[in-house]
């Protein structure tokens, strides 16, 4: 019933008494008057129960009258009564009443034939004296917070035909007694914690009015009743996100009314019934994240009013089937994550009413067909992760209502469309690994609809500091590891809201802009495996939202600014083979939530910071390849997270410090070519450490290998 009905019903009733009032004499009223009290009584009684009811001002009308005064429930808000005065509905939907249904007197409402206490804040269990209730033809408790299990004695509601429980904390079986409602039309039991088989009462296909059967997001097992196949006035089956197995009924075929068959998201297997394709009226058709395996049957394409179709995330092998071209009121196809092989048929472009199209992670081979430019309606095209090869077609361009290209981890090669976005709607475009060459279009360099965008992997060329303009949308941009060459642009930092940037592996010149700052969200930046020059510049401390920040394999130089200390939200910092030099800044200290740091092969020099014992989130610390000098700080032993430390070849001297035979977690180490001496700390990553970690020092000595045995005395620590 909908919302409209509801209140229509609600209307005549009142309409009704008003009716027979006028027209009646007094005495008809007796019995309906001393119903009315009792009810009106009952239904106080309740409200004082509620644990905000002197704070629910939609049921300010419930309350007693004068003595000399009828008692008139029939008036209240959210009540409606038959013809000679009795309660026959109550529909309380979303009034907030938090509360419980103890205190409710069934017994009280003998000709009650609606109850909606749904969207409120009901909890506890539902009682069985609910089957009191003997005229009830709809009860609606969904959503709301009920436990426990669903009373048996619901059986004996013989006129009921609409049951909403779903979206409540439920648990237990489905009770085998529902299946004596012969009057079952709607039956909703989705969302909660059911578990148990679907009852052999349904089975056995009882219920032959059922309409909608919704038992979804529950923890239902065992298989789908092969009786489901009698129930010929379904219109919708909703059965995902359970725990059911075995194959889908060949009966199934039989619900020729089915409109919605959604079985997605459970462990259901073997093939997908050609029977399926009887069910002419269908719409949806949901059956991924399944074990399903064998082909895609060729008769899904005789459902020509399907609008969603989705197969994804199962272990189907063998080519698409052309018949799927008949499906032109296919708004939705998802076939992604099989084993589908094969070409795209070129009948998938007949999809004229198609919205969204994934392919991806499948095994397909050959080109992209052509004919997918003349799906006009296209938002979302992914067919990445397959073995697709030659050119991006340049009628993917003529999509004007395309918002997500994703072709990544093909063969493809060639240019992109030069018209990619020139309808200015295209937010996101993933072409990872592939071959493609050529210059950033022009219509991609001023698409001021980009969030998203992937060309890392590919042989892209073209001057770096002209391809992209200020991007007002931009989150997510990689180029990595390409053949872009040129400055950065100082426009990443009118980016207000870029979060991502990543040039990696190109062949970048220059210095790095200072305005680069002005992008104060940026969190990770990775301007690595390039020839940048000059220093770090020192605006970078206003980048207080940084949390990864790679600038290694360059040819950066200079000291570490002393605003450098500002980001402290660093969680991943790399300044590796770089020309950088001076000491290692104290502020590095500062980096509370840092798990790897990697200074190697640079110029630094000096001691070791002693700050640094402040990282007690650091996992791997890389200092090698510098000009470090003094001893070892036994503080870095504070490191209660560190697993890796390289601190080879540096001028480092003196003993090892004996507080790192604390450092538990530490599996590798190495402190070769140095000036170091005395005994190895009895620490696992001392003594397993390989005789090259150990090698050019002074002194060393050891029971390892490679080492001489260390003379018995004690030892003595050089400060």
């Not at 060949?250 to 919605?260: D, E, R, Y």
């Not at 930046?525 to 990864?548: A, Y």
């Not at 560190?642 to 604390?662: A, R, V």
């Amino acid at each position: 019933m909908t919302s409209l009905d509801f209140h229509k019903l609600c209307l005549l009733a009142y309409c009704l008494v008003l009716f027979v009032q006028l027209l009646s004499p007094p005495s008809c009223f007796a019995f309906a008057s001393a119903t009315s009290t009792t009810e009106a009584e009952a239904l106080l009684k309740w409200k004082a129960t509620f644990q905000n009811h002197t704070r629910l001002q939609n049921l300010t009308s419930w309350a007693y009258l004068p003595a000399h005064v009828k008692a008139a429930p029939c008036f209240w808000i959210g009540i409606s009564c038959n013809v000679v005065g009795s309660v026959s509905v109550i529909n309380l939907t979303n009034f907030g009443i938090q509360g419980t249904l103890h205190e409710f007197s069934f017994l009280s409402f003998p000709n009650l034939q609606y109850l909606n206490l749904s969207y409120n804040n009901l909890f506890d269990v539902i009682l069985a004296k609910i089957s009191s209730l003997s005229k009830l033809i709809s009860l609606d408790l969904s959503n709301n917070q009920l436990n426990g299990s669903i009373p048996t004695s619901l059986g004996q509601l013989t006129n009921i035909s609409t049951l909403y429980l779903y979206s409540n904390n439920l648990s237990g079986t489905i009770p085998k007694e529902i299946g004596n409602l012969k009057s079952f039309v709607d039956l909703g039991l989705s969302y909660n914690q059911l578990i148990g088989s679907i009852p052999t009462s349904l089975e056995i296909g009882n219920l032959k009015s059922l309409v909608n059967l919704s038992l979804c997001e529950n923890q239902l097992s065992g298989s789908i009743p092969t009786s489901l196949g009698q129930l010929t006035n379904l219109s919708t089956l909703y059965l995902y996100s359970n725990n059911l197995s075995g194959t889908i009924p060949k009966k199934i075929g039989n619900l020729k009314s089915l409109v919605n068959l959604s079985l997605c998201e459970n462990q259901l297997s073997g093939s997908i019934p050609t029977s399926l394709g009887q069910l002419t009226n269908l719409s949806t058709l949901y059956l991924y994240s399944n074990n399903f395996s064998g082909t895609i049957p060729k008769e899904i394409g005789n459902l020509k009013s399907l609008v969603d179709l989705g197969l994804s995330s199962n272990q189907l092998i063998g080519s698409i089937p052309t018949s799927l071209g008949q499906l032109t009121n296919l708004s939705t196809l998802y076939l992604n994550s099989n084993n589908l092989s094969g070409t795209i048929p070129k009948e998938i472009g007949n999809l004229k009413s198609l919205v969204d199209l994934e392919l991806s992670y499948n095994q397909l081979i050959g080109s992209t067909p052509t004919s997918l430019g003349q799906l006009t309606n296209l938002s979302t095209l992914k067919l990445g992760s397959n073995n697709l090869s030659g050119t991006i077609p340049k009628e993917i361009g003529n999509l004007k209502s395309l918002m997500a290209l994703q072709l990544y981890e093909n063969q493809l090669s060639g240019s992109i469309p030069q018209n990619i976005c020139c309808s200015g709607q295209l937010q996101n475009l993933t072409v990872t690994n592939n071959h493609l060459t050529g210059p950033i279009p022009k219509s991609l360099k001023t698409c001021k609809s980009l969030v998203r965008v992937r060309l890392e992997g590919n042989h892209f060329t073209g001057n770096i500091s002209k391809d992209f303009g200020v991007c007002p949308n931009l989150d997510f941009i990689d180029m990595s590891h390409n053949k872009f060459y040129g400055e950065i642009s100082q426009k990443w930092g009118q980016c207000a809201k870029l979060e991502t940037l990543l040039i990696a592996g190109n062949n970048l010149t220059g210095s790095i802009p200072p305005e680069i700052v002005n992008a104060d969200k940026i969190h990770k930046l990775d301007l690595s495996s390039n020839h940048l020059v000059g220093v770090i510049p020192k605006e970078f401390g206003r980048m207080t939202s940084l949390q990864k920040l790679m600038l290694n394999e360059n040819q950066l130089s200079g000291c570490i600014p002393s605003k450098f200390g500002s980001l402290v939200d660093l969680e991943y910092l790399d300044l590796s083979s770089n020309k950088f030099n001076g000491s290692i800044a104290s502020t590095f200290g500062n980096f509370l939530k840092l798990y790897h740091m990697n200074l190697s092969n640079n110029q630094f020099s000096q001691g070791i910071a002693l700050k640094l014992e402040k990282l007690v989130q650091l996992n791997d610390l890389d200092l090698s390849h510098n000009s470090l000098e003094g001893s070892i700080p036994a503080e870095i032993s504070n490191m209660e997270s560190l697993q890796t430390l390289n601190l080879s070849h540096n001028n480092l001297s003196g003993f090892i410090p004996s507080s790192f035979e604390g450092m538990h977690g530490l599996s590798y180490v190495d402190v070769s070519y140095n000036e170091l001496e005395g005994p190895l700390p009895n620490n696992r990553a001392f003594r397993q450490a390989p005789p090259e970690a150990l090698q050019g020092n002074k002194g060393l000595c050891g029971n390892v290998e490679g080492l001489q045995s260390c003379t018995i005395g004690p030892r003595k620590e050089r400060k």
